[in-house]
């Protein structure tokens, strides 16, 4: 079983148990993700089955789409409500004084991560020093946002909607939301609606795809040609197909952009691959 299942995640379990299920359901050992969403966070995960494991990192760089709540007055070492509160405050603040720091943090901006987070620091990883109680200091990254909505505010709980590229926790930027503001902000909810093309309008739940599964039904299951609309280029005989699915670089004879290709010869689908400045073929990602 080869390709892309879009998971619409449910809260309270983590993005490992999410494929420890579908490994039972499917029965398929080989499925891996496209980037993790904590036990509090719900929607779009997308998990690549079989051969399609090799274009996980390809997925998980595309941009996310997310709506987010959180309160403002106090904040947690996991900068979500699950985390255990650091610090308070009284500071009133208003919808207008929201609206007026979004935009600072619209664009290429710096953000660090959360020591709750999965990044590796010297072979270790963030979550399992703060859970030692270590906190060390973290690079900042270089991540962007196209935009962010206030969608509601009272009563200091506020919730927006964001675009982000990959790399951005939305925790760190409602915890630097917050402390522009003079105050504290922790994420109450997560919610991932869009993953690259990807959306809450084409995901399954674990419970559907189980059903569907029991009735051999298994048009959840996208193919790898389906998901990725880079524009095609065939293959014109045996030994280009050769040396493209041994991994090898392909030297053509026609100019092609450079740019990422799905690949073909005599109509069938190999995978996909880029084009570089001396006008070759490379295999990137092939089955």
Partial sequence: MDGIIVIDKP??????DVIRSLRKILKEKKIGHTGTLDPLATGVMILCVG???KLASDLEAKDKIYSASFDIGYSTDSYDIEGKILEKSDKDVSKEEIEKVIPKFLGDIKQIPPMYSAIKVQGKKLYELARKGIEIEREERNVKIDFIELLDYENNK???RTKVS????IRSLIYDIGRTLDTY??????RREQVGNSSLQNAFTIEEIEQMVEKKIFSFLKTVEEEFDFDKINLVDEKQKKLYLNGNTVKLKEEYENKKYRVYFENQFLGLAEINKEVLLKGYKYF
């Fill in 185 to 190: 902000a922790t994420m109450t909810k997560l």
């Fill in 166 to 169: 990959k790399g951005c926790y």
């Fill in 51 to 53: 051969k399609a494991t």
């Fill in 158 to 160: 506020a919730t927006i």
């Fill in 11 to 16: 809260k309270g379990i983590s993005s490992f």
